[in-house]
């Protein structure tokens, strides 16, 4: 018996801000952003959007033609909470109606959480066959107007029914684990926007990902000839290249450019329009894999590299199933990506500054209406957060 993904689902918010938008403000060339980071737009929440309504969305999606009654858990990865005690995913399961005979709670650890939900649901399963599990990432990346992270911020949410009928794909229940206590990014309570030590995030991802590949590999005996594609936590799809480009010299893989560059391309697709989504950004790129690749991947082995700043790397590894393209919503994602609305500078600025301008006093505040797809942050009462159902 095997655990995997039975159904998979992103969404991200209705309005996206152009990189060229943003270098025009910072002086920068374009190209720095669309060829050096490798990111073209970002998604940009609308002031009645958050984590809630964006993993709402992915959910519902994801649900679709899943039986739900066998949900018992219901996971939610996030590091852009909305309140210190209550979990996020308790507002979502109440809009989507999920059954009330269900554990619901959050995790942390940066842009790790997700996978750190993985890796407890899958034996989980394997102990319990008869359950399915939920696990939802959603984020929003926010680094300050005008700050080095800027071009690397976005948002969105990825929903994924993990059973014991795998339709789509199966995970080997090995990893290799990395944690390592260092401050390349951190957001402290007080603060909205994360704090990052840009160039050193990079070395610390690319150490994670030296340490845990090691470990994997001590572990299982698989050589990089075993995999067939890659898909790396992606802040920005340029990370892919370097992290790829180091695990290919460290395997002593003998790939050209274009081989190596092959293993990943497919991944990066949704990412370079949508922007980091933090929790969820390792299965937005295994979803845009699955969605994009031309190839029939059943049958082969992906290796996945998860990395949370802070710091905690994993390298885990699954195989895609017979059949799974009728299981994926490709036609569904592509027409959430292309059917965003494009926001002027000044208008972003204003979509972004809302947060700093919500009453902490208890006061009553209704969020103006914008596009925040089935379900909206109505506004605020008492210090309560307030979510409706979009008919
Ligand atoms: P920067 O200093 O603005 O950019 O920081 P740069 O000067 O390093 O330039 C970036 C690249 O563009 C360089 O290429 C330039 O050569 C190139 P590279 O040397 O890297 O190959 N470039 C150009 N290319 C073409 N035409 C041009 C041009 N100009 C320059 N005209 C940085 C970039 C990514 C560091 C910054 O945006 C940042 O700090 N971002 C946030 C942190 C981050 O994403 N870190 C990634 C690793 S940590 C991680 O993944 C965890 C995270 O997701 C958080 C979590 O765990 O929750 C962030």
Redesign the pocket.
């Known amino acids: 018996m095997q655990a995997g993904i039975e159904s998979i689902s992103i969404y991200t918010s209705q309005y996206y801000l152009d990189l060229k938008a943003l270098a025009n403000q910072s002086g ?2 374009p ?2 952003y669309y ?3 490798g990111q073209q737009r970002m998604s940009v929440p609308p002031p009645d959007e958050d984590v809630v309504t964006l993993a709402a969305n992915a959910t519902a999606q994801a649900l679709q033609g899943i039986d739900t009654t066998a949900l018992d858990t219901f996971l939610f990865a996030t ?1 852009t909470g909305i309140d210190q005690s209550k979990a996020a995913g308790i507002y979502v399961h109440e809009l989507v109606r999920l059954p009330k005979n269900m554990r619901v709670f959050e995790l942390k650890q ?3 959480s997700g996978a750190g939900g993985l890796s407890m649901a899958v034996p989980y399963l394997l102990h319990h066959p008869d359950r399915k599990v939920l696990i939802v990432a959603a984020d929003v990346a926010r ?1 300050g107007i005008g700050s ?2 800027e ?2 911020q976005g948002a969105g949410a990825v929903a994924m029914v993990l059973s014991t009928n795998p339709t789509i794909m199966t995970f080997d229940l090995e990893s290799g684990l990395y944690t390592n206590d260092v401050m ?2 951190w957001r402290p309570n007080y603060a909205d926007e ?1 704090l ?1 030590d ?2 050193y ?2 070395k ?2 690319i150490t994670a990902l030296r340490e845990a590949w090691q470990q994997y590999t001590g572990i299982t005996g698989r050589p990089f000839g075993d995999f067939h594609r890659f898909v790396y ?1 992606l ?2 799809t ?2 892919a290249d ?1 992290a790829h480009q180091f695990l290919v010299r460290h395997a002593n893989a003998e790939l050209n450019q274009e081989e190596w560059q092959r293993q990943i391309d497919d991944a990066a697709i949704y990412q370079r329009f949508i922007g ?1 989504t ?1 929790a969820g ?1 390792v299965f937005v790129a295994l979803t845009s894999l699955l969605d994009n690749s031309q190839e029939d991947l059943a049958g082969k082995r992906i290796g996945l590299f998860s ?4 710091s905690v790397g994993e390298f885990f590894s699954g195989i895609v199933q017979q059949g799974y393209k009728a299981y994926l919503k490709k036609a569904l994602h592509h027409e959430i990506i292309a059917g965003r609305a494009e926001l002027d500078y000044e208008t972003y600025r204003e979509f972004y500054t809302f947060k700093s301008r919500l009453p902490t006093d208890g006061a009553v505040m209704q969020t103006p209406k914008y596009n925040a797809g089935r379900y909206r942050f109505a506004g605020l009462a008492d210090h309560k957060r307030l979510y409706e159902v979009v008919v």
Request: glycine share 12%; hydrophobic share 30%.
């Open positions: 920068e060339d190209n720095k060829i050096g980071i590091e940066a842009c790790y680094y080095i992270g071009p690397t390349d990014f994360a990052v840009g160039k995030s990079i610390m991802y936590h802040p920005f340029k990370m370097k980091n933090y950004s990395y949370g700043s802070g």
